[in-house]
Nanobody, 125 residues
Framework: VQLVESGGGLVQAGGSLRLSCAAS????????IGWFRQAPGKEREGVSC????????FNADFVKGRFTHSYDDAKNTVYLQMNSLKIEDTAVYYC???????????????????WGQGAQVTVSS
């Protein structure tokens, strides 16, 4: 089982980026996908998660409706669309998964079993 992230990059403040998290070796349908980020000198923090079993989501307060999820069943890939990006969103973003058939996932990092390699997101002024 492997997670591969893509889609990071450099964007101006106010712009948008879409991160992808592709899974191989397991169907994501009964899993929750969490997104986390780590800025230089800071601890890794939770951003947003989605439980694909029921579509429920959970967002950190700083997201404030700017980020949304989508899922491509055929590609077994979850996307995080990030809009209205701010300079303080600059970080390495990680996706992670946990088995979650009942839609109970939160942003507790200890619950997640498998992690992607990370994608750099840089927001400039």
């Amino acid at each position: 089982v492997q997670l591969v992230e893509s889609g990071g990059g450099l964007v101006q403040a106010g712009g948008s980026l879409r991160l992808s998290c592709a899974a191989s070796g397991v169907s994501l349908k009964n899993y929750a996908i969490g997104w986390f980020r780590q800025a230089p000198g800071k601890e890794r923090e939770g951003v947003s998660c989605i439980s694909l079993s029921d579509g429920s989501t959970f967002n950190a307060d700083f997201v404030k409706g700017r980020f949304t999820h989508s899922y491509d069943d055929a590609k077994n890939t979850v996307y995080l669309q990030m809009n209205s990006l701010k300079i303080e969103d600059t970080a390495v973003y990680y996706c992670a998964v946990q088995y979650d058939p009942y839609g109970e996932a939160t942003l507790d990092q200890r619950e997640y079993d498998l992690w992607g390699q990370g994608a750099q997101v840089t927001v400039s002024s």
